[in-house]
Nanobody, 123 residues
Framework: QVQLVESGGGLVQAGGSLRLSCAAS????????MAWFRQAPGKERDFVAA????????VYTNSVKGRFTISRDNAKNTVYLQMNSLKPEDTAVYYC????????????????WGKGTLVTVSS
């Protein structure tokens, strides 16, 4: 079992930045691909970004390319999402997720999920 705890959400003005963190409980975190998803009010959950077990490979949805960066620190069992140039449409609950597979992929087929952290971008 892997426990994932997100942090770093909050209220920010459009054009601002936030960095989300996701701390994993499992010692084998370093072998898992990780990802971020988001769910805006009244909408389905969407893929945002994923990173391979060693950080060498990343995948982003088109709407965040060039603005968001996913990274990880395996020594700290933590994955990050740096969000720059935020827009009101980025407002959502952001979820961290882990795959048993080491490969990054744009997929909802994740094995473990966090409870989410709310990001609100004001115009």
């Amino acid at each position: 079992q892997v426990q994932l705890v997100e942090s770093g959400g909050g209220l920010v003005q459009a054009g601002g930045s936030l960095r989300l963190s996701c701390a994993a409980s499992r010692r084998t975190f370093s072998s898992n691909a990780m990802a971020w998803f988001r769910q805006a009010p009244g909408k389905e959950r969407d893929f945002v970004a994923a990173i391979s077990w060693n950080g060498a490979s990343t995948v982003y949805t088109n709407s965040v390319k060039g603005r968001f960066t996913i990274s990880r620190d395996n020594a700290k069992n933590t994955v990050y999402l740096q969000m720059n140039s935020l827009k009101p449409e980025d407002t959502a609950v952001y979820y961290c997720a882990a795959r048993i597979s080491p490969r990054a992929a744009m997929t909802e087929n994740m094995d473990y999920w966090g409870k989410g952290t709310l990001v609100t971008v004001s115009s």
